[in-house]
């Protein structure tokens, strides 16, 4: 099995890049064209504009709070595949974690923020002793994908 989750990361893109062209507008619109009339819903400018930039930088960090990661995930070959790098306006560096099948000793998942951050943690076995890798946040995941990474890492090791 192969999947990432590219649609989702790219879904959040697109909403940061609108999130970022309606601001824009709205301060050009509201300051420099004059063209926005206030008091506006019985609001006044500075009002609406401290609501835009509160709701903008939601929008925009909240991807990077909650540790979204574009993950590629693959168990197809004789290896456990993956791949990921932190998703949000300041990308991370990549990451790419592969693990022989009979090597693996299992994994861990993680859960914090009332589940709102989740994460696999992978472990495998050497000659030394067992390896504990980083987390892989899989909080960007859907469900379904979430429930297809759990099935397949039980086909190999149980969690630890």
């Known amino acids: 099995m192969t999947f990432d989750n590219s649609k989702t990361i790219i879904s959040q893109r697109i ?20 063209m926005i ?12 504009t401290l609501i835009l930039v509160a709701v903008y ?3 925009a960090f909240m991807p990077m ?3 979204y990661q574009f993950v590629f995930f693959s168990d197809d070959s004789d290896k456990i ?8 306006i300041i990308g991370g560096k990549k990451n790419s974690v592969e693990i022989d099948k009979r090597t693996f000793a299992g994994y861990k998942t993680e859960s ?11 472990f495998q076995r050497f000659k030394e002793g067992v390896a504990k890798y980083p987390p892989v946040y899989i909080s960007a995941l859907t469900k379904k994908e979430k429930d297809k990474i759990i099935k397949s890492l039980n086909l190999y090791a149980p969690p630890v």
Do not use: C, E, H
């Open 37 to 48: 009339k206030f008091p506006l819903l019985g609001m006044n400018d500075t009002t609406w």
């Open 65 to 67: 709070a909650l540790n």
């Open 81 to 88: 595949v993956f791949r990921y790098f932190t998703s949000g």
């Open 57 to 59: 930088l939601i929008i």
């Open 112 to 122: 914090r923020f009332f589940g709102l951050i989740q994460s696999v943690i992978l």
């Open 15 to 34: 909403k940061l890049f609108a999130a970022t062209v309606l601001f824009l507008v709205y301060i050009g619109l509201t300051y420099a064209a004059k």
